[in-house]
């Protein structure tokens, strides 16, 4: 019998190019409301949770994206997913920096995940 794959987690984290506070809020709405309209429209998408700061720091980032993926599969899929696309088109303008960060997750460590798959 074929081992199941782990899901993976993806986070993306991006600073933006606002020069206010209202512009930055108004790009991190634009983004937050992309991601939200793909939340059942991408295959082997677990979950899905994005949101923009909200604890003032010089180190902190504007906005993040949290996904978990069924597989390393399905993330990879999503990579060239329409709706991906069109955020990368939405954001590459607004953007200043973004950093990105993937791992998987291991079932015997996460029985609530297991049982959720």
């Known amino acids: 019998m ?3 794959a782990n899901p993976i ?3 993306v984290f991006w600073k933006l190019n606002g020069n206010t506070v209202e512009v930055k809020k ?3 709405n634009k983004i937050i409301e992309a991601f939200q309209a793909m939340k059942n429209e991408v295959e082997g998408l677990l979950k899905l949770e994005v949101g923009q700061n909200c604890i003032d ?3 902190a980032w504007d906005v993040s994206v ?3 993926f069924k597989a390393v599969a399905f993330l990879e899929s999503y990579q060239t997913h329409p709706m991906h696309l069109d955020i990368k088109r939405l954001v590459g303008p607004m ?7 993937d791992f998987e997750i291991d079932l015997d460590e996460s029985p609530s995940l297991k049982e959720a798959i």
């Open 2 to 4: 074929m081992a199941q």
């Open 9 to 11: 987690v993806h986070l």
């Open 26 to 28: 108004t790009q991190a």
């Open 57 to 59: 720091h010089p180190d």
């Open 66 to 68: 949290y996904m978990v």
């Open 95 to 101: 953007r200043l920096d973004r950093g990105q960060l």
